[in-house]
């Protein structure tokens, strides 16, 4: 059975959309079968692994709303290297429809449910505000990847995140958890940095992952060609890094498996 991740931050700006592109291809670089689902009604982790959003007959928002099976939305990504569940700008009105809907929260996990023996992995690119769409996401993932920038705000977001995390647990999906923190666009020149990421090391202790990921030129390029940055530029400080984080998903997976 696959493990669903769900990528998210209340604020954005902070690689989300990145990581999940990347994850996504770095687990699928190691043999993993993997799904990107894109919860992002602005479409851009199906334009980052070379899918036009422009041109989808369906998406995630068909999946949700009943009006076709999952099987039927998905597509393989531009490298047909993993599988892509997309999304555009069409997703923007599955707030509105969802609220006559029964099950709202819960669409996106009954959905994924019947295909997780098809995957290793399940990784879902969220929104970065708390609506509905990031509601299901949270509804749907065995667990929360969170990136986010050592500054002091990226703190203050993420306590507010901790709590949402908190609440969806309770209340609609009690296997839900923080998997990690992932450091990203992270430069060790900068004392707010490594003050920032002293006091993750502290709080979170071993969920604070181990892999950084750095400024890289090469990371910001690659959605441009539609390409994760692996395929874009292997050699490149984001590829490596992206392959260390797939490495430590991987083994944490492996981990919990092993005690269940």
Do not use: W
């Not at 602005?42 to 928002?61: E, H, I, P, R």
């Not at 604070?208 to 441009?224: G, H, I, K």
């Not at 060609?225 to 490149?236: A, E, F, I, M, T």
């Amino acid at each position: 059975m696959a493990r669903l991740f769900a990528i998210t931050n209340q604020k954005g700006g902070v690689g989300k959309t990145t990581t999940s592109i990347n994850l996504a291809a770095s687990l699928a670089a190691t043999k993993k079968r993997v799904l990107l689902v894109d919860m992002d009604p602005q479409g851009n982790a199906t334009m980052g692994v070379g899918v036009d959003k422009y041109d989808l007959f369906l998406s995630v928002l068909d999946v949700l709303v009943g009006e076709c099976d999952v099987k039927e939305a998905i597509q393989r990504d531009g490298s047909k290297q993993f599988d892509v569940l997309p999304a555009n700008a069409d997703l923007t009105a599955a707030e509105v429809e969802l609220l006559d809907l029964d099950y709202k929260e819960t669409r996106l996990a009954k959905a994924l449910a019947g295909i997780q023996a098809d995957y290793d992995f399940i990784v879902i690119d969220c929104p970065p505000s708390l609506n509905m769409l990031t509601v299901n996401a949270l509804a749907a993932a065995d667990s929360v990847l969170v990136p986010m920038q050592c500054e002091y705000y990226a703190l203050e977001g993420l306590s507010s995140l901790v709590d949402t995390i908190n609440k969806i647990q309770r209340v609609i999906n009690p296997n839900l958890h923080l998997e990690g923190i992932l450091r990203t666009m992270y430069d060790p020149r900068n004392s707010l940095t490594n003050e920032v990421s002293q006091q993750l090391k502290d709080y979170f202790g071993d969920r604070l992952y181990l892999t950084v990921v750095p400024r890289n030129v090469r990371l910001a390029e690659a959605p441009s060609y539609g390409l994760p940055v692996l395929n874009y530029d292997r050699q490149s400080k984001g590829a490596i890094a992206y392959l260390a984080l797939a490495g430590e998903v991987i083994r944490r997976a492996e981990q919990i498996a092993m005690s269940a």
